[in-house]
């Protein structure tokens, strides 16, 4: 699982505002921009063109 010093100090690469793990673990939400970033391996991939759309409850 991904370190909470490093989701802290990560930021959503299109707004620049701040992103928050989801409960699974497996990938980081920015609700400005309504995406998640996925989480391989520990590692974020937070690239724009990868952004998957946030679920809508």
Do not use: F, H
């Amino acid at each position: 699982m991904i370190k909470k010093e490093l989701v802290d100090i990560l930021a959503c690469p299109k707004c620049k505002g701040p992103v928050t793990l989801n409960e699974v673990g497996d990938g980081l939400i920015c609700p400005v921009c309504k995406v998640v970033y996925e989480v391989k391996d520990d590692i974020p991939i937070m690239l724009i063109d990868q952004a998957k759309p946030l679920a809508a409850d």
